[in-house]
């Protein structure tokens, strides 16, 4: 199976990608807001997986995922599943036949594509083409103005799925362990929930990520829509 690439130059920051494809089927943008840094030097992104991996424990994932296992990649990463892991154990992957790939440091990008889920290489080769043709007839189009959205002047209430209490209790915990020798490190966090009703109007995904990058850069950060949800990281 061969990976085909098609390199250009690109200066702008890697947010324009989402922006131009905000709106494809299951974007994933594994970004760096910070690419003057070593581990910052590459951002990757996808959209239109060919196939959805869903899967409640790691026997079923890995099932799911072992035909594409032996795929050999060119750069860093070129093609391949991107997704995550839930804390009660289910997954959601998009496997994605080609990569976007920023290299900041060089000012280039790579597109890449493999043209799966096809075997057959006349198939292969044409699926190629098509989706480097139309990447690169999107890059070329004109930035459009953002969508003026309403203002929220509404009230929400915020929910947290434990109480000062319980976390108090359970940073006791964390530290008895790491005492004890059992860990030496841990991440406690809990989850805040809010509820505003037809959201959408008020802002969308992309505008709030661009805003949280902003205020928070990092090497390593993510935005990721599995169809039902859009996790930013």
């Known amino acids: 199976m061969n990976i085909v690439t098609h390199t250009?130059?690109?200066?702008?920051d890697a947010f324009r990608l989402l922006e131009i494809f905000k709106d494809e089927p299951h974007v994933f943008f594994l970004d760096s807001?910070?690419?003057q840094t070593v581990d910052g030097r590459f951002s990757y992104f996808?959209?239109?997986?060919f196939q959805i991996a869903k899967a409640k424990?790691?026997?079923q994932l890995r099932k799911a995922l072992k035909p594409y296992v032996g795929l050999k990649n060119?750069?860093?990463?070129?093609?391949?599943?991107?997704?995550?892991?839930g804390y009660e154990g289910d997954s959601w992957f998009g496997l994605y036949d080609g990569v976007l790939c920023l290299d900041h440091h060089r000012q280039i990008l790579t597109i890449s594509s493999t043209g799966l889920p096809y075997t057959n290489k006349r198939q292969q080769?044409?699926?190629?083409?098509?989706k480097i043709d139309y990447i690169l007839y999107k890059l070329q189009q004109p930035c459009l103005r953002e969508v003026q959205r309403k203002p929220f002047h509404g009230k929400f209430k915020i929910k947290s799925n434990t109480t000062p209490r319980q976390f108090r209790e359970a940073v006791k915990k964390a530290l008895q362990h790491i005492h004890d020798g059992d860990i030496y490190q841990i991440n406690l966090s809990h989850r805040f929930?809010?509820?505003?009703?037809n959201w959408r109007q008020y802002a969308h995904p992309v505008?709030?990520?661009?805003?949280?990058?902003a205020l928070s850069p990092s090497a390593f950060s993510a935005y990721l829509d599995d169809g039902h949800r859009i996790i930013l990281s």
Not at 8 to 12: A, G, N, Q, V, Y
Not at 74 to 85: E, T
Not at 125 to 130: C, D, L, M, N
């Open 57 to 59: 424990n790691f026997d």
């Open 207 to 213: 505008d709030i990520y661009r805003h949280l990058r």
């Open 8 to 12: 250009i130059p690109f200066s702008d």
């Open 33 to 35: 807001s910070l690419p």
């Open 46 to 49: 996808g959209f239109a997986p």
């Open 74 to 85: 060119l750069s860093s990463f070129s093609a391949g599943a991107v997704g995550y892991i």
């Open 193 to 197: 929930e809010a509820a505003i009703k």
């Open 125 to 130: 080769t044409q699926a190629v083409r098509q």
